[in-house]
């Protein structure tokens, strides 16, 4: 009779115990909700290669006038910041005593050229009378000597002439181009000598500007290149250049390239000094792709980028960097068109994790 009375008792143990355990359903793990992110799509783009660097501005071209014979400044026809023409005088020694040089030369060249004339007449009549044995082989000559002597006293002289036109004309001191007075170095009824300088001569138009470039940008570098200037005196206006000028060898101190830039100043409102911002489109990448910098995840061996996989699920995955620009950085390698670039809430992904596409993304979209 107790037997019987324990079993139902087991029974209903067993009954409670099923009925206060929780159920499987219960505690059954879900997965967390998904991660909102914004993305981009891979679009390949036209990437310009640009150089963009800082130059100054020189005179296309400039000299230093100097005397080539000494004199006292009689006169100068042009001051700083003068426009000058070509070949006219800008300065003018004292020609006085090249002018009396040049007489006396010119004097010595008349008695040279009389004494000339007396030894032909000479010359010609010995040489008629020495065949008839008239004169003697002797007094022929001296007849002789004295043509040829007269005859090379004449051309001696005649060069001294010569000289002495060219030291008058070197007291006119003339303008080598057509341009601008940039300095000014003499002042009227000073004395100089001969080497001294007189004034520095500009040709403003066109200007250069002279800019370094690195290895990496010399070696894409080409004449035809397509070349912006902006003034830092004019910052709102842009203005073209064309390069002159590419030096062969590098800058030992540097390590950098000497380009030269030419650039129209036809108002000559370009002054040397200045400085401008050289911007040069070296070469063009037909399919190049460009992400936002803040997207790249940077490890110790490696960068990374989250992008969208199947299903929904964050994929991490390795790229290759390439140039800089700006807030966007080129991808050599790990990106194709059409990926899924997650731009905003990467920070929160790890690989595997269910991605939310922003509404905001979605409406840019459309």
């Known amino acids: 009779m107790n037997t019987l009375i324990r079993v139902p008792g087991v029974l209903l143990l067993l009954v409670l115990f099923c009925a206060c355990s929780p159920s499987s359903e219960s505690t059954g793990e879900t997965d967390p909700p998904p991660t909102p992110v914004r993305v981009m799509e891979i679009q390949p783009v036209q990437l310009p290669m640009v150089a963009e660097v800082v130059g100054r501005l020189t005179p296309y071209r400039e000299v230093t006038l100097a005397a080539e014979v000494g004199g006292i400044v009689t006169s100068y ?40 004339d007396l030894a032909v007449k000479a010359y010609d ?83 250069r500007v002279r800019i370094w470039l690195s290895e990496n940008e010399y070696v894409r570098l080409d004449k035809r290149d397509r070349v912006s200037i902006v003034m830092a005196a ?12 590419i030096e062969i060898t590098a800058d030992e101190r540097t390590n950098t390239f000497c380009v030269e830039i030419l650039v129209d100043n036809p108002n000559l409102s370009f002054k040397s000094g200045m400085t401008a ?57 790990g990106l194709a068109a059409g990926d899924q670039l997650v731009i905003s809430g990467g920070q929160y992904l790890t690989p595997g994790d269910k991605i939310l596409i922003s509404a905001f993304n979605q409406a840019e979209d459309k």
């Open 77 to 116: 026809t042009a001051d700083i910041g003068d426009r000058i023409q070509k070949r006219n005088v800008i300065v003018q020694l004292d020609p006085s005593d090249y002018q009396l040089a040049l007489k006396e030369a010119e004097a010595n060249f008349a008695v040279a050229q009389t004494r000339l």
């Open 125 to 207: 009549r010995a040489k008629s009378l020495m065949p008839r044995e008239v004169i003697t082989q002797d007094a022929f000559d001296n007849a002789e000597a004295e043509y040829l002597s007269a005859q090379a006293s004449v051309k001696r002289v005649k060069v001294l002439v010569d000289i002495a036109k060219r030291q008058l004309s070197k007291t006119r001191i003339r303008t080598p181009f057509n341009g601008q007075v940039a300095a000014r170095m003499i002042e009227t009824g000073q004395l100089i000598g001969a080497g001294q300088a007189l004034m520095k001569i500009i040709d403003p138009n066109p200007m």
């Open 234 to 245: 004019y910052p709102d206006d842009a203005f073209t250049g064309k390069i002159d000028r």
């Open 277 to 333: 911002k050289v911007r040069i489109v070296t070469a063009t990448l037909p399919n190049a792709i460009l992400i936002p910098q803040s997207t790249v995840l940077y490890r110790s061996d490696r960068e990374e980028v989250f992008i969208v996989g199947t299903g929904n699920r964050a994929v991490l995955r390795k790229v290759k960097l390439g140039l800089s620009l700006d807030e966007r950085i080129e991808v050599r390698d």
